[in-house]
C-alpha cells in the first residue's frame, strides 16, 4: 500500500502548486435580470407560451406568473414563497 502524501504535499498538487491567501469573493450579482420579452410578467389568462414555466406559489401575496425557463422560474417561486402571508 503506498504511503500517504503529506498534506502540503497534497494541497500543492490540488490547487496548481499555488500558495498564499485566497482571493477575496467578487461583488457581483448572484442573478441578473433576465433580458426575455415577458419573462416574469403576471400571467395571462391563456397558457404560457411553448416552453415557459407557470408559477403560483399558494399564499402568496404575488400571482402567478410566467417565466421564460425553469431557471428564471426558480427565482419567481423563491420569491413567492419569500412574500407568502404566512413568512
Known amino acids: ?24 469573493p467578487a461583488h457581483s ?12 410578467e403576471t400571467a395571462a389568462s391563456q ?3 411553448a416552453g415557459w414555466v407557470r408559477t403560483l406559489v399558494g399564499g402568496s401575496r404575488h400571482p402567478a406568473r410566467d417565466w421564460c ?7 419567481g417561486i423563491a420569491l413567492g414563497e419569500v412574500c407568502s402571508k404566512s413568512a
Not at 425557463?69 to 427565482?75: D, E, K, L, Q, W
Open 1 to 24: 500500500m503506498p504511503r500517504p502524501q503529506p498534506k502540503s504535499t497534497r494541497n500543492a498538487t490540488w490547487n496548481g502548486g499555488k500558495t498564499g491567501r485566497s482571493r477575496p
Open 29 to 40: 450579482p448572484v442573478i441578473e435580470q433576465c433580458t426575455t420579452e415577458g419573462c416574469g
Open 69 to 75: 425557463s425553469g431557471r428564471c422560474a426558480t427565482f
Open 47 to 49: 397558457p404560457p407560451p
